[in-house]
């Protein structure tokens, strides 16, 4: 291999990782008597949002789970996540500001 | 690699390793009759196979098996038993010869020592090629050929490795090159990169540095700011995540970074000096292209700064009249060490006319309170990085750096009333609930770091904004350099 050939060759900067596609789960047809977790992410006024929408959603037969992340400027803690997961079928994440 | 190995195990006894062009080789050709006689011995030349002509040498065509047992000099003698390297000695000097070898009466015609010559093995001009040749298989990363009709630098803008300036590619050359500044493995994990959270080797590291334009000097220094922003305290994370217009601000200190060049004189905070401009730059493309981080993706800045390229600068630690930031957070004085802070571009203030500090601690916080907005206090921390002529007033009354962030704070505090929603005509404020409190600092305790940097001449200090602080945001994080 001559020097010449050698620099046409680099090498790769990134992770190389390749991205895990997740198939969506199916829309439910309903809410009704389905757990609907909200997420607060502790954006000021995230909570007036997330109040009316837990009304909206208790109206039509949801049942409504809140959690809330210690800060909005972190990821939600692996455990909250873990949590959410086997207490809902359904999650909706505020963002307000 | 166990071929290699093999191929490159000295034969048990004596070696000796020699180039023809060596005066010293040539003088040692007698004495290479004698050991051959006196002992097993095998000599193998760098350049020409025929030299010496007695007693026959092997042509270490490939420079191998120099390369592997690390010959710098010729003529080097090593004695091997079962395989290994028990001793060795370089250039000529019959004392050492004759312990090594365990034979006595060496070279009675010689003088009794005679320096060597350098071994091609080590040539400046084949140095490179070489470590890529025997070296390189210890790099993991994917080979990206590049087409012959193709320019790299536009091959590697198309694939979005760069930050809008371009790169140096990085070859194996360059990589290997750029490893010798390290004594870490290629392999070892650095730290957890979000926000992908992938764990980023001194490897791609270092292939960062080098897109970066680093030297390989500077590499302990990417790799220190690597670990101190990839993790929950600095929070990288959510500084690409947020709205505002911060990244990682690198604030190096100790003795190392003037063997380096760092500038923290004039124009330190800006452009020109490359271990200032390529240092920043280089933790940036790892948190791009290792991390995922991108602007339009995870990066969600409204404006961002131009510090965003990379934003790195050295105190002064020499002329500091209140020692370092990094003696701040408690790391010894003299040691390489280096803070990131999540900061914003820099805000000049001008007072060119205080000589007393009372004075110039007024014109300071008139300026910090203004940080972010003069009515939102205590969520963001901030770096003064103060000149020599700011400094002096300050040193010169005798106050130090407790006395100096004291006196500047006193003139930071504001009742609540000044500071809530709604007062004086303006809505952004802290909540109604803080206005009966008599007194609020604009900065919690330690949110205002002192640092020393800049050129001679100038009344000026920079201020260096932050972002949500603490637990909820991002701390500053100090770490001593490890080469």
Redesign the interface.
Same mark, same amino acid.
């Given at each position: 291999m001559t020097?010449a050939t050698?620099?046409?060759?680099?090498?790769? @900067?990134?992770?190389?990782?390749t991205v895990a596609e997740r198939q969506r789960l199916a829309r439910p047809a309903s809410l009704r008597g389905v757990t609907v977790g909200l997420l607060d992410i502790s954006k000021p006024r995230g909570d007036v949002f997330l109040d009316r929408l837990e009304e909206r959603l208790v109206g039509v037969g949801a049942n409504v789970k809140r959690y809330r992340k @210690?800060?909005?400027?972190?990821?939600a803690p692996v455990d909250l996540r873990h949590q959410i997961s086997v207490e809902c079928q359904v999650v909706i994440e505020a963002l307000a500001d | 690699m166990a071929a290699t190995d093999r191929s490159t195990t000295l034969p048990d006894g004596i070696v000796v390793v020699v180039k023809e062009e060596c005066a010293t080789c040539h003088s040692v050709t007698s004495v290479l009759m004698q050991l051959a006689d006196a002992t097993p011995l095998t000599v193998f030349t760098q350049d020409d196979p025929r030299f010496p002509a007695e007693p026959a040498a092997i042509h270490d065509a490939d420079l191998s098996i120099s390369w592997h047992h690390d010959i710098e000099t010729v003529p080097t003698v090593i004695r091997v038993v079962d395989g290994i390297e028990v001793e060795r000695t370089v250039g000529w000097h019959r004392d050492e010869w004759e312990r090594v070898t365990g034979v006595g009466g060496l070279g009675p015609d010689l003088p009794k020592m005679r320096p060597g010559c350098g071994s091609m093995s080590v040539d400046p001009d084949l140095v490179d090629e070489l470590n890529v040749r025997f070296g390189a298989s210890v790099l993991g990363s994917r080979r990206v050929a590049v087409a012959d009709a193709e320019d790299e630098m536009e091959m590697m803008f198309t694939r979005g490795w760069t930050d809008g300036l371009p790169v140096v590619p990085p070859t194996e050359q360059r990589v290997m090159r750029m490893l010798t500044g390290t004594s870490r493995a290629p392999s070892d994990i650095v730290a957890t990169v979000p926000p992908d959270l992938v764990d980023v080797t001194v490897e791609k590291v270092a292939i960062a540095a080098v897109m970066a334009g680093c030297l390989p000097e500077y590499l302990p220094w990417v790799l220190t700011a690597v670990e101190a922003a990839c993790n929950s305290e600095f929070n990288m994370h959510g500084l690409l995540a947020t709205t505002m217009p911060v990244g990682p601000v690198i604030v190096c200190s100790g003795p190392g970074t003037r063997r380096i060049g760092m500038n923290s004189g004039g124009n330190a905070l800006g452009q020109g000096n490359r271990a200032n401009s390529t240092i920043g730059r280089a933790l940036q493309l790892v948190v791009r292209n290792v991390g995922g981080g991108r602007p339009g993706e995870v990066d969600r800045a409204t404006h961002g700064n131009p510090g965003k390229v990379g934003f790195c600068f050295a105190e002064n630690d020499t002329e500091s009249p209140y020692g370092t930031l990094a003696a701040e957070h408690g790391i010894e004085p003299g040691v390489d060490a280096l803070t990131v802070f999540a900061g914003e571009g820099t805000r000049c203030v001008v007072d060119q006319l205080s000589r007393e500090p009372e004075s110039l601690a007024r014109s300071l916080a008139a300026n910090l309170q203004a940080l972010h907005h003069p009515k939102l206090v205590l969520g963001f921390d901030a770096i003064l990085v103060m000149g020599p002529e700011h400094a002096r007033v300050f040193a010169d009354a005798g106050w130090s750096r407790e006395q100096i962030v004291a006196g500047i704070s006193t003139h930071l505090n504001r009742s609540g009333a000044e500071l809530v929603r709604g007062a004086d005509g303006m809505a952004e404020g802290l909540p109604e609930a803080f206005a009966d409190a008599p007194s609020l600092p604009k900065f919690r305790a330690g949110g205002l770091m002192l640092t020393y940097a800049g050129g001679g001449a100038g009344l000026f200090s920079e201020i260096i904004g932050g972002w949500a602080n603490g637990d909820i945001g991002s701390k500053p994080v100090t770490r001593a350099v490890t080469y």
């Open positions: 020097t050698r620099s046409r060759t680099i090498l790769d @900067p990134t992770s190389e990782r @210690p800060t909005f400027t972190k990821p | -």
